[in-house]
């Protein structure tokens, strides 16, 4: 079975959607034939990788592509990026693609600094990342940044319902609602879950998929009544998610009625933990531990 978010990936500028000021921008550049160094920013599954790569695609280009979130060390740098940036082409131009650039070391993002300015006249690069402020200064100022916003959920309603149609799937409106309600703006999560919800032919959506909707709220919730650790591992439990980013998010944005005068801590402690979430395997057992510590604070 083949994925709908690659089968349905745009392959040109007119079938992107969204960020129009930014597709006129890119639209110039693949008409001279070259780009500048450029970082998209923005939340998850809104199109900056899909971005990156149709720029490759329409650009005559050599192509090195890397996930930084399983190749983000010092180590790729030196042994797939600067062989591949000081090579021989006999393309126009090399770009390389590195995908969610914001969990790269710092200390590889500064050896990134020297890479991108020795190999200019032949390379470019593109970054692609979710937080924008874990991109040390220095690289960012050597590219051109976009914040890649999502589309607006009837857009998104009408992309879901045209794919529907491509694929001949039988779908009720209020079938598919909750699903974007629930995961805008992350297109590739809508469209994952109504994928993952077909059965003969039909969207039926088990409401288990749409556990994780009031997360934040739960968690708030038991801040506030001083809950047991071990019920507020069962909320996590029972939500089924695996990523936690929009939580620290969530919190913060609660801190002042949370924590009252201990605010200041409170959000030390949500910045550390945030930090330290890039870097563990396990994404529950750090939320769990930061929740372990905001309990004190309530």
């Not at 921008?25 to 790569?53: C, E, M, P, R, W």
């Not at 690289?139 to 890649?148: D, G, N, P, V």
């Not at 088990?206 to 507020?232: F, P, Y």
């Not at 057992?285 to 309990?295: D, G």
Request: glycine fraction near 4%; hydrophobic fraction near 40%; include cysteine.
């Amino acid at each position: 079975m083949e994925l709908w978010v690659e089968k349905y990936r745009p392959q040109t500028l007119e079938e992107y959607v969204g960020n129009e000021t930014i597709k006129n921008k890119i639209a110039d550049y693949l008409k001279q034939g070259s780009i500048q160094n450029l970082l998209f920013h923005g939340v998850a599954g809104t199109g900056k990788t899909t971005l990156a790569k149709l720029i490759a695609k329409n650009l005559n280009c050599d192509l090195l592509y890397i996930n930084a979130s399983d190749e983000r060390g010092i180590d790729t740098i030196r042994d797939k990026i600067i062989p591949f940036a000081s090579s021989m082409s006999f393309n126009d131009i090399k770009i390389v693609i590195l995908d969610e650039a914001d969990y790269i070391t710092p200390q590889a993002q500064a050896t990134l600094r020297n890479t991108i300015e020795a190999c200019s006249a032949t390379t470019r690069f593109i970054f692609t990342c979710n937080y924008l402020e874990r991109i040390i200064s220095p690289l960012q100022s050597r590219c051109q940044t976009f914040e890649i916003t999502p589309p607006s959920k009837e857009i998104v309603t009408d992309l879901v319902c045209r794919v529907m149609v491509d694929e001949n799937i039988k779908w009720e409106t209020n079938n598919i609602i909750p699903v974007i309600d629930t995961h805008y703006p992350d297109i590739r999560k809508i469209v994952n879950t109504i994928q993952g919800s077909i059965i003969n032919g039909e969207v039926k959506i088990d409401n288990n998929s749409l556990k994780n909707t009031q997360l934040g709220g739960l968690v708030v919730d038991a801040l506030i009544r001083k809950a047991k650790l071990s019920e507020i591992r069962q909320i996590l439990a029972d939500s089924g998610a695996r990523e936690f980013d929009d939580l620290f998010k969530y919190i913060y944005d609660k801190s002042s009625t949370l924590f009252g005068d201990r605010e200041g801590e409170a959000i030390l402690i949500i910045a550390k933990y945030q930090y330290e979430y890039t870097f563990v395997l396990e994404k529950e057992i750090c939320i769990a531990a930061m929740l372990n510590k905001l309990l004190d604070l309530c």
